[in-house]
């Protein structure tokens, strides 16, 4: 008997300095139902200050603090640069309410943050436990 339906205003920041952009789209919805929660975010964004590994805050609701990371890949990523032969992904850790976007090679192996990207944008999908 537990649904919610809201809005969340993303945000991009740096891991070493937050910084600010410039955005031309910066939108997100939620559906939570229980202890499920459905995510849309939509990120554009120009000019950012930001230093260190990006960063997307913030989730309506922290993430389980028992149950698995939560990863995916992005449905779109926009000039988002990453070093060559690499695929693009996400993940949130447990009980956290912070998307951090990284690459790993197509023929898989480690993983590596991704630095921030001054102009670039993307689409992310997901669900995820509470």
């Not at 809201?6 to 789209?25: D, E, H, K, L």
């Not at 559906?31 to 960063?55: D, E, M, S």
Request: with cysteine; glycine share 10%; charged share 10%.
């Amino acid at each position: 008997d537990d649904y919610e339906e809201g809005t969340i205003t993303p945000v991009i920041f740096g891991s070493a300095s937050a910084g600010t952009g410039t955005y031309s789209v910066q939108t997100g919805n939620y559906t939570k139902i229980g202890n499920r929660v459905l995510v849309n975010l939509q990120l554009r964004w120009t000019a950012h200050t930001g230093t260190g590994n990006i960063r997307i805050q913030t989730l309506p609701f922290a993430t389980s603090s028992t149950g698995a990371v939560v990863a995916g890949y992005a449905a779109n990523y926009a000039s988002l640069t990453s070093p060559a032969g690499e695929i693009k992904q996400w993940y949130c850790s447990q009980n956290s309410t912070i998307i951090e976007l990284e690459s790993v090679l197509v023929a898989g192996g480690p993983t590596n943050a991704l630095a921030m990207d001054t102009d670039a944008g993307l689409t992310l999908t997901f669900q995820y436990q509470v």
